[in-house]
């Protein structure tokens, strides 16, 4: 006897399309500002990466700076890289004592990158109201239906979170450069073999 399916296969579905206001909607970004805002957000992405290779290099235990930045660059599947430092933090033994800060810092990493990634392959249009929309990109068929109105203080908000962000890592860095200026200092010299980790340097 052939039980019957309780669930039905999944199949396409079409978009329900938006109430956007009617009109035509023309190509890109035709307000200056919003033009502005969204070009400090993307070209301030790539500081966002670099700096993110201090969280990354700790959790891999790497305290030389260019060596971290080297592998975190090498891996350049965003995805993978937030996938390998939650499982670092997550998995290790090593890491069973870290706070919260790392696993806040990888959540609002990933997020950016979502609104990265939203803005920059993204379809901006400037709508018959005069306000922004943007056609995020999906595996949807048909999602030229769905735009979703972008305001100025999404821009600005987004902008904020990014400086907060790089102002989080580089107070972290610091305690860490502090921290390890202390112990150096009172610090008896190591063992034959062994040897204190250097700090680790923003630059380069």
Do not use: C
């Not at 995020?136 to 979703?148: A, I």
């Not at 107070?171 to 860490?176: A, F, K, Q, T």
């Amino acid at each position: 006897m052939n039980t019957p399916r309780s669930k039905p296969p999944e199949r396409y579905s079409a978009p329900k399309p938006d109430h956007d206001p009617a009109g035509t909607y023309l190509a890109g970004i035709r307000d200056d500002d919003a033009a502005k805002a969204i070009g400090k957000f993307l070209t301030g992405w790539p500081h966002v990466e670099k700096r993110m290779v201090v969280i990354f290099g700790q959790l891999a235990t790497i305290t030389d700076f260019y060596l971290a930045r080297q592998m975190f660059r090498t891996i350049v599947s965003q995805q993978l890289r937030i996938k390998i430092m939650r499982s670092l933090l997550q998995k290790t033994p090593i890491h069973r004592g870290k706070g919260l800060f790392f696993d806040k810092m990888i959540k609002e990493f990933e997020a950016l990158n979502k609104v990265r990634n939203g803005y920059a392959h993204g379809l901006w249009f400037t709508g018959p109201d005069r306000n922004l929309y943007l056609e995020e990109e999906t595996d949807v068929y048909g999602v030229f239906l769905n735009k979703r109105k972008v305001m100025p203080e999404e821009l600005v908000g987004h902008l904020k979170r990014m400086a907060d962000f790089l102002k989080r890592i580089d107070e972290h860095e610091n305690n860490l450069l502090l921290a390890q200026t202390l112990l150096s200092s009172h610090q008896k010299p190591p063992p034959r073999g062994e040897f204190p980790s250097p700090p680790y340097s923003k630059r380069g």
